[in-house]
């Protein structure tokens, strides 16, 4: 079935200092890659994400690259912030069928 | 626009219960996602809706049933409550394009 792989499960920088969390996916149909973001009590978040046609993304202090052939997509926080601690999703899915395949959360915690 | 909304936000229920966790939205979204939070698991789906009489089983499906009627509505049914079932519901919705929007959730304890 299809499966969605995160690391780390945890994940602690310091401030100003860059964040990466990887994912890797088994279906190899799926062309849409989005990353939540959320605060605890919160509902997820989409920050960011990519479709299969695009190698990589950016959005000021984050960015998503995408590697088809290894079916891997990984996130990049820079000069990360106290406000980027929170729990991260990765995802994917196919076109049109409404429903994402969670990764299993990486928490990121961000010491001032 | 009220966006995604869950009803009740939290419930206690007693094993064996049964009870309907509500989901509206007023974005005029085809699909429709209940998924669950469990500590360490991420999100797992459980059912999905393509559109309104369209209804389809997810990682999770086993102990819940759900139903669309209309465009706007996609309720969650616990047909016989049971411990294994605590956790944190969110429904989504999108359009075509995937990207999902999320509801605030249903917390539930079933004791």
């Known amino acids: 079935g299809e499966n969605v792989e995160q690391h780390p499960s945890t994940l602690s920088v310091q401030e100003g200092d860059s964040a990466v969390i990887k994912c890797t996916y088994s279906?190899?149909?799926?062309?849409?890659f989005p990353w939540y973001k959320q605060e605890l009590g919160k509902r997820p978040q989409l920050i960011i994400d990519?479709?299969?046609?695009?190698g990589e993304k950016k959005d000021q202090r984050i960015a998503v690259t995408l590697n088809k052939t290894a079916k891997h997509f990984s996130l990049h926080i820079t000069e990360t912030q106290p406000e980027d601690s929170a729990v991260y999703f990765c995802?994917?899915?196919?076109?049109?069928?409404?429903?994402?395949?969670f990764g299993q959360g990486t928490t990121l915690q961000v010491k001032p | 626009n009220a966006g995604v909304t869950q009803t009740p936000k939290f419930q206690v229920l007693k094993t064996g219960q049964s009870m309907t966790l509500q989901c509206a939205q007023d974005?005029?979204?085809?699909?429709m996602s209940w998924y669950r939070q469990d500590p360490g698991m991420g999100l797992r789906l459980i059912h999905y809706?393509?559109?309104?009489?369209?209804?389809d089983q997810g990682e999770v499906p086993n102990g819940y049933n759900v139903s669309r009627s209309t465009t706007e509505d996609f309720p969650l049914r616990l047909l016989s409550a049971a411990p294994s079932q605590t956790s944190v519901y969110f429904c989504?919705?999108?359009?075509?394009?995937?990207?999902?929007?999320f509801g605030p959730g249903t917390r539930l304890t079933v004791l």
């Open positions: 989504a919705t999108s359009d075509y394009s995937n990207e999902q929007f």
């Open positions: 279906d190899s149909a799926s062309n849409y």
């Open positions: 990519i479709r299969s046609n695009v």
């Open positions: 995802a994917a899915s196919r076109s049109n069928t409404g429903k994402l395949i």
């Open positions: 974005m005029n979204h085809e699909y």
């Open positions: 809706s393509v559109g309104a009489g369209i209804t």
